[in-house]
């Protein structure tokens, strides 16, 4: 399988505290990106990063990319009970491109 | 709200039984995906369609068929239902075909099939 792996599987914070969870995938890939669930609900889009860039920022999210070791983070700053959720990472096939292999995700918790 | 629309929200059907699942992407998007989520799978890619036409395929079962219209809709049929088939579906939206620079991918609300 080329899924990707989420580390940790759950994750539980104070609010203001930061969250760090890590993505491992096996192939080479054109991009990765990371997106959230809640409960029951679809996914949201929070960032994409490409092979060539190493690390990304959007708001109070930080995402990082190291191709030679297949993996990447999302860091969520000063984190809020709205983060509560499960992230997910997703790449795509460097020679296929159109297939999106998603992680098994990281249940976030941020107690209030 | 992604712009992604699906129906219907719920769905419960006895096994043997078929039923449709219908999307419609965002507007300007030619690609159109579908995902299978369960709690022992996880989210499996199951189909892609480009303006019409299959353009990649995943874990999609020999029962189950896609296909979208000159409008650019979607419609995932599932066919002799399994109890393993109980699960969300997802529809996904996005501007290009394939990989490359960019293809972000825009998450339709999902449809919650239980079968019985």
């Known amino acids: 399988s080329q899924q990707g792996e989420e580390d940790p599987q759950a994750l539980s914070i104070q609010e203001g505290e930061n969250a760090t969870m890590n993505c491992s995938y096996k192939?080479?890939?054109?991009?990765l990106q990371w997106y959230r669930q809640n409960s029951g609900r679809g996914l949201v889009h929070l960032i994409l990063i490409r092979s060539n860039e190493r690390e990304k920022h959007s708001g109070r999210l930080r995402v990082t990319l190291d191709t030679s070791k297949k993996s990447s983070s999302l860091l969520i700053t000063a984190s809020r009970a709205a983060d509560t959720a499960s992230y997910f990472c997703?790449?795509?096939?460097?020679?296929?491109?159109?297939?999106?292999?998603f992680g098994t995700g990281t249940s976030l918790t941020v107690i209030p | 709200d992604s712009g992604v629309t699906q129906t219907p929200k719920h769905l419960i059907t006895a096994t043997g039984q078929r039923v449709t699942l219908r999307c419609s992407p965002r507007?300007?998007?030619?690609?159109v995906y579908w995902y299978q989520q369960s709690l022992d799978q996880g989210l499996q890619f199951l189909i892609q369609?480009?303006?019409?036409?299959?353009?990649a395929k995943g874990n999609i079962l020999e029962r189950f068929s896609a296909q979208q219209f000159p409008d650019l809709h979607s419609e995932l049929n599932l066919s002799s239902l399994e109890l393993g088939d109980s699960a969300l579906y997802f529809c996904?939206?996005?501007?290009?075909?394939?990989?490359?620079?960019?293809?972000?991918?825009?998450f339709g609300p999902g449809t919650r099939l239980t079968v019985l």
């Open positions: 996904a939206s996005s501007v290009l075909a394939s990989g490359g620079a960019y293809n972000e991918q825009f």
């Open positions: 997703a790449t795509d096939d460097q020679w296929t491109g159109n297939q999106f292999y």
């Open positions: 507007s300007g998007d030619l690609s």
């Open positions: 192939t080479s890939i054109n991009n």
């Open positions: 369609y480009y303006n019409g036409e299959e353009r």
